[in-house]
């Protein structure tokens, strides 16, 4: 089996889960002996660009600009004839599109989350590329052989509003390597942050806003006064946002640090640090799709403590891998400072989140998934 991974951002990409998923799925499929060719369906500049052939990690990488589209992925066809074209992300499913429709390549379109009619519909003000995109979308929904959803609430919308028959339509989340946090690594020194001080990290965006650290950060005064040497750790940018936050903090400033700019293995290394993992997104729909953070979290083995929406019910919940709190900063103040306090608390919720994290986030599991995803959109072919 070959498989054509079709993006509308290049690979290698930014240190996020929309570009590094398709990378470890890339990586997992070769380990299981699938051929995997790459291509980037760029949007700029629109006309004047070749074809760009390359590699990465040995996989033959295309970067098509939009007139070659469609031509562009025929060439590809001819010298690496492919089973499938994995779209990622609805960029991709919708510049990919064309093409599949056009020779009758089966699409298994991976939603990563509902951005796409989300925030830019803010962005765009309905304007003429809100609407193109949407358009496309609701064709490739018709057209998509399989869709993968990273959250049980991604699928109910895709049934009921998009209107893909359930048995097309599998939820796979974010898979990671289970081997990266497995290795040993040196402890890892944070500025401000002293042996004695208890921690507490979120990594990720720290402004976006369905992410919800504005939350945490109002939550910390009410942690601080009751725990004087808890520190907060944001890992992630932008930088200068962190200077905003350590100004509402007034004078627990001093206590929040920001780190910018980290690689995931300094990711991985810095989470086995935290006395508690945070994260505190808000209850919207933007958060119906589950993120590759919560993977890094579980795998970390960390005590976790999250706002209950959406999957984190069952994933953390049910689980007992996490300790769920409402989405406002006196319950989330509450949750972190029980499990800074409660040492029976965090080594169960410690206990609980690896297994958790092998089971339903295991690229080495999730592979097998998007194998029998494959297999059924080879089988079941284009929509009509």
Known sequence: MRILMVTSFPIPGEYDGTAMLPIKIMRALKTRGVEVVLAHLQARPPWGMKVIRSEFEGTPSFTLPPRAWVSGLKRVAREF?????????????TRAYFACRRFGWPMVYEIHSLLGDEVERSQLGRGGAFRFYMAVERRVCRHAAAIIVLGEAVKTVVVEEKKVPAERVSV?????DMAEYERPSPP???????????VIMYVGSIV?????????????????????????VLVGGPADAGEQYRAQLDGFG???????????DQVVALTRRADVLVHPRLACRENYSVQSKIAVYLASGRPIVATD????????????????????????????????????????????????????????????????????????????
């Open 309 to 384: 929406f959406g999957d984190y019910t069952t994933i953390l919940g049910a689980s007992g891998a996490g300790r769920l709190t409402a989405v406002a900063p006196g319950p989330l103040a509450e949750g972190i400072v029980e499990v800074l306090t409660d040492q029976g608390l965090a080594e169960r919720l410690s206990a609980a989140s690896v297994p958790v994290a092998r089971e339903l986030f295991g690229m080495d599991r999730n592979i097998d998934r998007y194998l029998d995803v494959y297999r059924y959109a080879l089988e079941a072919g284009p929509r009509a």
């Open 188 to 198: 890892v020194a944070i500025p401000g942050i002293e042996p004695q001080h208890r």
């Open 254 to 264: 001093d206590r929040l640090v920001v780190l910018a700019g980290q690689t995931p």
């Open 81 to 93: 004839p492919f089973d499938v074209v994995h779209a990622q992300h609805y960029g991709g499913a």
């Open 208 to 232: 976006h806003p369905n992410q919800g650290v504005p939350v945490l950060i109002e939550a910390l005064p009410a942690v601080f006064e009751k725990l004087p040497d808890a520190r907060c």
């Open 172 to 176: 796979i989340y974010p898979g990671i």
